[in-house]
């Protein structure tokens, strides 16, 4: 059975996007932006939503092709390229990069992937992660929380019908004062 990890860069007031879908206060420090081509790099499976979906596969497809691209980011878009990924939408007509597409059930579908042999998956996009939270199948939660309040916006967590309980496995601090916390789900 593979494992399943929610991670994204949060703000201290908990969002995943300012108001506007604003992204503008996450600017990771270079080994921050290691760390997380790391996670890429080391992933089996990536799984999107449609709005993080169309984000990343507008910058990172053709960002090592960039005037004044940096080692780190020509890395970053060749993990990024080579991971296999399902992206999930009802309105999305056509995904490429590595990518297939599923306008179906994504509790459904992840719990079928979840299933099968294969390296990790990591869930992006905090709506499709929401789905996945609800319905108890993500396996650790990773938080790379920065010091900035953005004061409403799209939130990494759900509102949830039980609890889910937690225990954290690492923590580690980056360059700016970002925070890691990475946590792994409990019975």
């Known amino acids: 059975m593979r494992k399943l990890t929610y991670g994204m860069n949060v703000s201290l007031d908990g969002y995943v996007a300012a108001p506007g879908d604003e ?24 799984l999107y939503g449609r709005r993080l979906w169309e984000t990343m596969s507008s910058a990172w497809p053709t960002a090592d092709q960039q005037p004044g691209a940096t080692p780190a980011h020509i890395e970053f878009a060749g993990r990024w390229r080579d991971v296999p990924k399902v992206v999930f939408s009802s309105t999305t007509r056509k995904v490429d990069w590595n990518a297939r597409l599923v306008t179906g059930d994504a509790v459904t579908e992840i719990t079928r992937l979840k299933a099968e042999d294969g390296g990790p998956m990591e869930i992006g996009g905090a709506t499709l992660a929401a789905a996945a939270m609800r319905a108890g199948l993500i396996d650790e ?47």
Request: net charge negative; glycine share 12%; aromatic share 14%.
């Open 141 to 187: 939660y990773v938080l790379v929380t920065h010091p900035v309040l953005v004061g409403g916006g799209l939130p990494f967590f759900t509102a949830l019908d039980n609890w889910v309980n937690l225990t954290l496995v690492e923590t580690r601090t980056f360059p700016g004062g970002a925070l890691l916390t990475r946590y792994e789900t409990r019975a």
């Open 23 to 46: 992204l503008g206060w996450d600017a990771p420090s270079d080994e921050l932006f290691q760390w997380w081509s790391d996670r890429v790099g080391a992933t089996g499976l990536a």
